[in-house]
């Protein structure tokens, strides 16, 4: 099973290109999330979907854009990226278990807007 | 708002060492994540719990839901320990924040 797939690894855009992260798992999870990871910080969430065809925002929405394309999928789109931008993306997905939540991370997408 | 402390940040030991790791909560949780994070690598779930104890090799997880604190030991620590860990609560509610906060991370390394 490979979990919980991003892709690219690595990338490094100039301010003003777009570009989409994808992320995918096949453990028939609903829920799927993005984080960013920013030195001295914790992750924080971008956008969440708690089930296919839905999708809401969290705590740093703005400058992302996010399609839960079926139940394995989840991208997230940068528009016209800037340098604040820059930082690592991880994809999660999880599985509500009786009151408690299972947590599946990607391998992390590490982004440079210069 | 620093829902999830973390302490210490930093940690520097030798091999051998016994290492313990805390976090500190101030929301009302339904589990507790300790996470796992390589240099330059993705996030790995070591332990989730609710209540009580529990072991896994040399790592052991401990929480107090009375006193909102759980703690991370590593027994016999080796240079493969070096690593972020990461605590995760995980919300009885989700909201804007979704289903967990993190801390900051405690950065490990283990000299040979």
């Known amino acids: 099973n490979a979990g919980v797939t991003q892709t690219p690894k690595f990338q490094v855009l100039k301010t003003g290109q777009s570009m989409t992260l994808q992320c995918a798992q096949d453990?028939?999870?609903?829920?799927m999330y993005w984080y960013r990871q920013d030195p001295g910080m914790g992750l924080r969430l971008i956008y969440y979907s708690a089930s296919e065809g839905t999708t809401d925002k969290g705590e740093v929405p703005n400058g992302y854009n996010v399609s839960r394309l079926n139940k394995r999928e989840f991208s997230l789109r940068l528009e016209s990226a800037a340098p604040s931008q820059t930082s690592v993306y991880f994809c999660a997905s999880m599985r509500r278990l009786t009151g408690d939540t299972e947590a599946f991370f990607g391998q992390g997408t590490r982004l440079t807007v210069v | 708002k620093n829902e999830v402390e973390q302490s210490p940040q930093n940690l520097t030991a030798q091999e051998g060492e016994f290492i313990t790791i805390n976090c500190s909560y101030s929301v009302g949780i339904s589990a507790l994540h300790w996470l796992q994070q390589h240099p330059g690598g993705g996030i790995v779930s070591l332990f989730m719990?609710?209540?009580g104890k529990k072991k896994h090799g040399r790592l052991i997880a401990t929480i107090n839901i009375q006193e909102k604190h759980s703690s991370l030991h590593i027994t016999a620590s080796h240079p493969r320990d070096s690593a972020v860990y990461i605590c995760?609560?995980?919300?009885?509610?989700?909201?804007?924040?979704?289903?967990?906060?993190f801390g900051k991370g405690t950065k490990l390394s283990v000299k040979p």
């Open positions: 719990l609710s209540s």
């Open positions: 453990m028939n999870h609903n829920s």
């Open positions: 995760a609560v995980g919300l009885i509610y989700g909201g804007s924040q979704g289903n967990l906060i």
